[in-house]
DNA sequence: TGCAAAATACCACAAACGTGCGATTGTCCC
DNA sequence: GGGACAATCGCACGTTTGTGGTATTTTGCA
């Protein structure tokens, strides 16, 4: 059977040595390359074959772990990358999941819980750290449209969506077949509702508050 | 010890009652509210303490587990509530998960599970099913802003940012402090850079592509 | 049946925008 | 020294928008 091989990108060399060895020692999996660099990492990546998965750190000298993870899933898309790292705010947290990573651990998990995490990814999972998941959770509640609701009536609401799309009241009435004054009209009683006086008011009060 | 309260809202009576019995069986927990409908839970909350934990099904008759969520959420907003369901569509994860639920749990979990779920809820943590927390992460790629460049200069997207923020381009050059023409000319290098000529084709391309 | 809201249409005028030109200054880099 | 680029300023003119009105028809609902 094949073994699981993994790649390590940490600065810190004990910690590294530390996580080469319990990975190692797991059943099935190999650390092949252990760097301090991501530019190492990604120098190799150009010309080897991609590992099954890669833990990576977020605070390291030269390019950062998050913009080595955008890095890493340009060459090697299919390899599982888990973020292993002290940093658990949010802003980075985020980052580092919208670059595509596979799970996100932080460094005071046990050497089991790091193999039961690349076991994780391996089966279609997403480890996290219970702490990291609270906070995934927490930010889809922040996504929750507030959908204010300024009174607009369906129409109305059209006419917006038409404006957002970047038509000229003119190309409106034309696609709507109404007469020019009709969406002038519209337009006046959108405005006197959403409370601007400019169309760039307007729309980007329509973005902000999700009202298209 | 005061025990850990738990509501269920399930309308399939067999699994309401096997749910019960596990967690009636484990250490320091009470489900002390069995609901077919989260009508009644709704009721019964407005007239009662709230429990700590509601585990609430998604598919039940009248309103649905998610528009039931956001209303428990308003009474009880201290009350973690964990989704337990079989639907596992990118739709429901994210909207259950956007009205606030604390966890998300598939049918096919093991009682241990769900009684480590609640505990891991009252730890601070978001426990969900593998599966559902890779689909999770996955959403977060989606939200990756592309960042398409057209070659704005530092100016041009401070002019940008003024415009979205609903300024005229003379009140743009007084915040500024240069002149209404140096305004001017600086939207007509930015709408030629974009391959727009109206102010809210500008604004909308900016909203979409995260250019601001 | 009758009323209120929504959708439609029109006019006029000032303000703001879009676009065609041209021009100067400063900075960076080869 | 010269070329490229960014930032600044200017003018003219036609187009579009914003706002003050008024008015008719359709539609939903009580």
Redesign the interface.
Known sequence: MVPTTIWLVEDNVRYRNTLAGVINRAQRMICSQAFARCEEALDLLQHTPPPDVILLDIGLPGISGIQGLEKFKQIAPATHIIILTVYDDNDKV?NA???????YLLKDSTPEKIIAAID?VL??????N??I??K??EM??R???VQADYGLTEREREILQQ??????KQQIADKLFISFHTVNTHCKNIYSKLH?N????A??KA?REHLI
Chains 1, 2 share one sequence.
């Open positions: 985020f999941l919208c670059a595509g990573a596979s799970g994780e089966a279609g999972g997403a480890p996290m219970m702490q998941a609270h995934v959770l889809f509640t996504l929750k449209p404006l957002v799309s970047g038509l000229t601007v400019t169309l760039s008011g729309i980007s973005y």
